[in-house]
């Protein structure tokens, strides 16, 4: 039975934690729709008229059923992604993986850098409960941080930049949140899907990620594991100029606000997102 090896973590489990864009999809272009599973965001590429696309991330754990409905909303009953790309495999972007990829049958795309934590060979480092960041920091010990187990079913992303199924897009190594944390972007339009290397709502504030306040900001705090890289990754997709963006958390941002947001963060990143302290400050 191909499908077997396949399983979470042992200390995989439902996350209670909820945004007010929970549940809430937005079509960012025609063919980049953004939809929010509790505090995560997931990402379709691809025209609803064309029935070929790809899932980027794969939600909060138990969310598999919401995920098929929402690709069956947009693209079709009994549709499915020709693959899925992971941006990487933190327990709130890989949270239904196993599911899909049993439901759909697809093959999964990640980083090198980052197999070894889908594969059971290495957990990430325990997220910082000690970092400067207020409450979501304080109850990060409690989130999964096992490994997953995707086998064979994950494949390395081409060395070229390709992205397998998005002839568009090219992958950007933007490393630092994880070490092979990734970024998708179009040079057609500038569209960017950051995965978390920023993100547009602060994850250090409740209230914020409650409301999904917009501030464009630097990686969550309690799992950047390498600042310094995680500035350069910032400054990396800054140069790009990107006129859209599809961040991990909070809503998707375009246009001038982008620009300045993304602009501002990349000059100052050390006071904008660099704790102030924290074990992985140093
Ligand atoms: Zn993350
Ligand atoms: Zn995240």
């Avoid at 086998?151 to 390709?162: C, E, I, K, S």
């Avoid at 002839?167 to 944390?181: D, K, L, S, V, Y």
Wanted: proline share 9%; with cysteine; hydrophobic share 40%.
């Amino acid at each position: 039975m191909a499908d077997e090896p396949l399983h979470y973590g042992e200390d995989y489990h439902f996350i209670h934690a909820t945004s007010a864009a929970s549940g809430l999809g937005v079509s960012v272009l025609p063919d980049l729709y953004c939809h929010t599973i509790q505090i995560v965001n997931i990402c379709l590429v691809g025209r609803p008229d064309d029935h070929a696309f790809v899932l980027v991330d794969a939600g909060m754990p138990g969310s598999a059923d919401d995920i098929v409905s929402v690709v069956e909303d947009r693209f079709g009953s009994g549709s499915r992604p020709q693959a899925i790309v992971l941006t990487h495999g933190h327990f709130d972007h890989v949270g239904a993986i196993v599911e899909l990829v049993k439901h759909w049958n697809v093959p999964v795309y990640a980083h090198p850098a980052e197999l070894p934590y889908l594969t059971g060979k290495a957990s990430y480092p325990e997220p910082d409960a000690s970092v400067e960041g207020g409450f979501i920091a304080k109850i990060s010990p409690f989130f999964p941080n096992e490994p997953i187990q995707l086998d064979n079913r994950v494949q390395p992303l081409p060395a070229d930049g390709t992205v397998p199924h998005l002839p568009e897009f090219r992958w950007i190594h933007t490393p630092g949140h994880t070490p092979g944390h990734i970024s998708l972007f179009r040079p057609r339009d500038a569209a960017l899907i950051a995965g978390d290397a920023f993100v547009t709502v602060r994850q250090d504030s409740l209230y914020k990620v409650l409301t999904q306040q917009i501030e464009i900001s630097g990686p969550p705090r309690y799992y950047t594991i390498d600042w310094r890289a995680a500035r350069e990754s910032v400054r990396k997709l800054a140069a790009l100029f990107p006129s859209v963006a599809i961040t991990g958390h909070g809503a998707p941002v375009a246009g001038k606000e982008l620009r300045e947001g993304l602009t501002k963060l990349a000059r100052d990143f050390d006071r904008i997102a660099t704790p102030d302290y924290g074990k992985y400050v140093h």
